[in-house]
């Protein structure tokens, strides 16, 4: 393996790590309270609340079943879905790469809670008044502003390949 | 072929996301209405002339004759047979005299 790859994955890893853990710590300082407390409901500010919700199911709360065939089923489809974008990572260049890292960062973080407590906590609730968007947690951030910049990479090397 | 790009974005996103709904963007629980723009009721009390209503389980109910509606629309104080009867021996007396005189 060249020197150019190896620095190429130790980048790639580091960031994997970093949002991993990041993930990691919110989830569990989070879960803290809800030992303390009982539950989590913290106000930040008018528009931020922590308002813990645990998450069966995928993105924007769909599949949310109670059947535990369904949902083992949902957790080794995500697995595998980890391993696909795990294989683009190595073979992109550098740029996507890192976008890709993003995802899967954020996807390993959800991953975990999913074998682990058998639902995702998500608890960052941004609102406008009584409009509630979708409760978030860290991960999703990172699997969002992935996405986001592989959306922007097309628009950028579509361009650069028709030049 | 870009739009299938996007919509394969898009579905990963969904997939590997784990946001969710808070019951389809009611308010949450705990977070009710401004309290203090609640207008406040008064206590509810007797009406005034409650006790003269008749109690609902009676049957005695006091039925009048048409005449008797007329005459208490219009007001007319209604005269009994005895007081008739008592102005006739009245103008039945003053007559007697009136002849005796003459």
Known sequence: MSIKKTHKYLILLFI???????????????????????????YINQFINFYLVWNTGVGFGLFSFDDGNFYTFMTIFILLINIVILIIILRSNLTLAVFWTLVLGGSAGNLYDRIFYRAVPDFIDIHLGD??????????????LGLICLIFAEFLFNKEKKQ | ?????????????????????????????????????????????MPPDYNDLPVPSSEETKSMDDSEKVISL??????????????????????LKKIKNN
């Open chain 1, 16 to 42: 994997f790590l970093v949002i991993f853990f990041l993930d990691r710590i919110s989830k569990l300082q989070i879960l803290n309270i809800l030992e303390n407390d009982g539950i989590v409901d913290i």
């Open chain 2, 74 to 95: 219009l007001g007319i104080k209604s005269t009994t047979t005895s007081e008739i009867n008592s102005e006739n021996e009245t103008l039945e007396n003053s007559i």
């Open chain 2, 1 to 45: 072929m870009k739009i299938l790009k996007f919509l394969k974005l898009f579905l990963l996103l969904m997939i590997l996301a784990s946001c969710s709904s808070l019951s389809g963007f009611a308010p949450k629980k705990g977070a009710t209405g401004e309290e203090f723009l609640i207008q406040k009721k008064n206590a509810l009390v």
């Open chain 1, 131 to 144: 409009f509630h968007w979708f409760v978030f947690n860290v991960s999703d951030i990172f699997i969002t």
